[in-house]
């Protein structure tokens, strides 16, 4: 079966996106930048190669990700197909995809830049099941616990701050929105407005995969 890819820059609202599109299709997320920053927690060589890239906002090299990505998608419960959260990120990687796993849509959040910062700079997350939450426009209902698994002790990124941001934004720019053009020429990208609330964004997500399946 085939995956479906949540495209957007930075701080998007992909994750978010991500767990209500799961909860609706039953795909696996699959995060490369969950999977960096657990390589990179565990102290492994791969998390090793991507710090300085990661710390510096700049992506991390084509054929680190690509070989992560096979991998991943090996194993048994991508045999259904994945939901894609941040992956692909560049034209190379979008034609790798393609020799390894169909891609049924691309899913874009669209935000515009100067919504950005103020997202990124106040998103925090569960360690223990990934729900992302936001000072001011998601925050959890008792400070520090968790609303979907009442864990104790929300974690912030270290690369989520001010400096980092604009050089995230950039390589959006230059690296990654030419995939709109790209997928849009294979008649598989589908935009949605996400600079509205959660739901509303979630809802019209959903609306495109159920009027694409033809449901
Ligand atoms: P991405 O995975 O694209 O980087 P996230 O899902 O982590 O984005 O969202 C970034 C931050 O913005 C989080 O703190 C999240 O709570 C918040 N957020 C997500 N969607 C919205 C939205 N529609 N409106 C306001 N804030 C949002
Ligand atoms: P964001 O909230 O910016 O969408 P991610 O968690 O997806 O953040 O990615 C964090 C960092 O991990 C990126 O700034 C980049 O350094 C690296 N990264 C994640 N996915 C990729 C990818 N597909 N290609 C290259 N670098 C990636
Ligand atoms: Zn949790």
Same mark, same amino acid.
């Not at 767990?19 to 492994?44: C, F």
């Not at 906002?57 to 070989?67: A, E, F, T, Y």
């Given at each position: 079966?085939?995956?479906?890819?949540?495209?957007?820059?930075?701080?998007?609202?992909?994750?978010?996106?991500?767990?209500?599109?799961?909860?609706?299709?039953?795909?696996?997320?699959?995060?490369?930048?969950?999977?960096?920053?657990?390589?990179?927690?565990?102290?492994?060589? &791969?998390?090793?190669?991507?710090?300085?890239?990661?710390?510096?906002?700049?992506? !991390? /090299? $084509?054929?680190? #990700? @690509?070989?992560? +990505?096979?991998?991943?998608?090996?194993?048994?419960?991508?045999?259904?197909?994945?939901?894609?959260?941040?992956?692909?990120?560049?034209?190379?990687?979008?034609?790798? &995809?393609?020799?390894?796993?169909?891609?049924?849509?691309?899913?874009?959040?669209? !935000? /515009? $830049?100067?919504? #950005? @910062?103020?997202? +990124?700079?106040?998103?925090?997350?569960?360690?223990?099941?990934?729900?992302?939450?936001?000072?001011?426009?998601?925050?959890?209902?008792?400070?520090?616990?968790?609303?979907?698994?009442?864990?104790?002790?929300?974690?912030?990124?270290?690369?989520?701050?001010?400096?980092?941001?604009?050089?995230?934004?950039?390589?959006?720019?230059?690296?990654?929105?030419?995939?709109?053009?790209?997928?849009?020429?294979?008649?598989?990208?589908?935009?949605?407005?996400?600079?509205?609330?959660?739901?509303?964004?979630?809802?019209?997500?959903?609306?495109?995969?159920?009027?694409?399946?033809?449901?």
């Amino acid at each position: 079966m085939a995956s479906i890819v949540l495209f957007g820059p930075p701080g998007a609202g992909k994750g978010t996106q991500a767990a209500i599109i799961m909860a609706e299709t039953g795909l696996p997320q699959v995060s490369t930048g969950d999977m960096l920053r657990a390589a990179l927690s565990q102290g492994s060589s &791969l998390g090793m190669e991507a710090k300085s890239f990661m710390e510096a906002g700049k992506l !991390v /090299p $084509d054929s680190i #990700i @690509i070989g992560l +990505i096979e991998n991943r998608l090996k194993e048994n419960d991508a045999s259904n197909g994945v939901l894609l959260d941040g992956f692909p990120r560049t034209i190379a990687q979008a034609e790798a &995809l393609m020799e390894i796993e169909e891609v049924e849509v691309v899913l874009s959040i669209e !935000v /515009p $830049d100067e919504r #950005i @910062i103020k997202r +990124i700079c106040g998103r925090y997350s569960c360690p223990q099941c990934g729900a992302v939450y936001h000072d001011s426009f998601n925050p959890t209902t008792s400070e520090d616990i968790c609303d979907n698994c009442s864990h104790h002790g929300m974690k912030r990124r270290a690369d989520d701050n001010e400096e980092t941001v604009s050089s995230r934004l950039k390589a959006y720019h230059s690296q990654t929105r030419p995939l709109a053009d790209w997928y849009s020429q294979r008649g598989l990208f589908q935009a949605v407005d996400g600079d509205r609330d959660i739901e509303l964004v979630g809802q019209s997500l959903l609306k495109v995969l159920s009027e694409l399946r033809g449901e």
